[in-house]
């Protein structure tokens, strides 16, 4: 049921959390949680998304060798990646189904800026938090 309650929106998921579905079950191995992130980017996936952390996501929760921010940086879901590593979510190391996320980064800001698509705010600032990593102590 957690896992419709998600596809239908942010109320739906609310009254299943209420009724005590676990925000860290599973379907095959993925956790269902992440369908807040799956698909293109919406508000109502963005507050799904929260309500699920706020009642117990686990973000560092894995599916095979994917973490919840790779997963989410592959579909340039870049509001969701910020808010998981907020969150405590692991990032520093992660890749997003094996390539690294700095390069996703730089990948999605320069199509941004070629096709005259806004850039979120989001993106510029996980690049700097990225940099910021590869700086001497």
Do not use: C
Not at 5 to 19: K, N, P, R, Y
């Amino acid at each position: 049921p957690l896992l419709w309650g998600i596809h239908t929106g942010t109320a739906m998921t609310e009254l299943l959390l209420d009724a005590h579905a676990d925000p860290n079950s599973r379907d095959s191995g993925k956790p269902l949680w992440w369908e807040a992130f799956e698909g293109s980017y919406s508000e109502d996936n963005f507050r799904t998304l929260k309500l699920l952390l706020d009642r117990g996501a686990d973000v560092n929760l894995r599916y095979g060798e994917n973490g919840p921010v790779g997963w989410a940086a592959n579909r340039k879901n870049w509001q969701s990646v910020m808010l998981m590593i907020e969150r405590g979510a692991a990032w520093k190391d992660e890749r997003a189904f094996g390539t690294p996320i700095p390069h996703e980064l730089a990948y999605d800001l320069q199509a941004r800026k070629g096709s005259g698509e806004k850039i979120p705010d989001e993106l510029p600032k996980l690049i700097e938090m990225y940099e910021n990593l590869q700086q001497p102590q």
